[in-house]
């Protein structure tokens, strides 16, 4: 098993510009989320999913746009990219909501210039 | 509201044993704890679990008290593989989680 994976590992962006970070599990895992990381703040959950085709909004979802058609795939979209969002993306999968061990992926370290 | 507090950074050498605290006050008896290890450009990694009193697995106890205000991780006979960023999370029954900012541990030789 590959477990969770994310492309691209590196990006820069233009503020402006747009873009779709890529994430696919191959757990059969029901629950998806995507995070950003800054420096001293941790984690914090931007979108979530719960299966496919049901998505709802985490703790800072403003500028993003998260889809779920399949099982495998939770594709993060940033709408018009700006500085704010530079970051480190991680998406994650866990077999249901809750009491579960989330499993994290590499990460996406974006800039937006 | 739900918070979780631990400190910014420890130090510890080779071969002691090491406890990071976690402070999250307004807890309900249901919801659990969890620790995550996280080294330099990887994702979190899962540690332990666990609602009350004392879990052990193979590499960490999690020490949670009656008055569940506090949870402590506890990693025996650490080595220098054990530096890295370690997060407290709390997972409320409404599903909500609440991460910590993190500790960030160093182990000397």
């Known amino acids: 098993n590959a477990g969770v994976t994310q492309t691209p590992k590196f990006q820069v962006l233009k503020t402006g510009q747009s873009m779709t970070l890529q994430c696919a599990q191959d757990?059969?895992?029901?629950?998806m989320s995507w995070y950003r990381q800054d420096p001293g703040m941790g984690l914090r959950l931007i979108h979530y999913s719960v299966g496919a085709g049901i998505t709802d909004q985490g703790e800072v979802p403003n500028g993003y746009n998260v889809s779920r058609s399949t099982t495998e795939d939770f594709p993060l979209r940033l709408l018009s990219a700006a500085p704010s969002q530079t970051s480190v993306y991680f998406c994650?999968?866990?077999?249901?909501?809750?009491?579960?061990?989330?499993?994290f992926g590499p990460g996406t370290r974006l800039t937006v210039t | 509201l739900a918070k979780t507090t631990q400190p910014i950074s420890m130090d510890s050498y080779e071969g002691q044993e090491v406890n990071i605290t976690c402070s999250h006050n307004?807890?309900?008896?249901?919801?659990?704890i969890t620790w995550y290890q996280q080294f330099p450009s990887q994702g979190p990694r899962f540690i332990i679990q666990?609602?009350?009193?004392?879990v052990t697995n193979e590499v960490a106890s999690l020490f949670i008290p009656a008055d569940r205000k506090s949870s402590t991780l506890s990693l025996p006979r650490v080595s220098l593989s054990d530096t890295a960023v370690y997060y407290c999370l709390v997972g409320l029954s409404n599903y909500q989680l609440i991460w910590g900012a993190g500790t960030k541990l160093i182990i000397k030789p």
């Open positions: 666990g609602y009350k009193t004392k």
């Open positions: 994650a999968s866990s077999p249901g909501q809750g009491v579960y061990e989330q499993y």
């Open positions: 757990m059969n895992h029901e629950y």
């Open positions: 307004n807890i309900a008896t249901n919801d659990y």
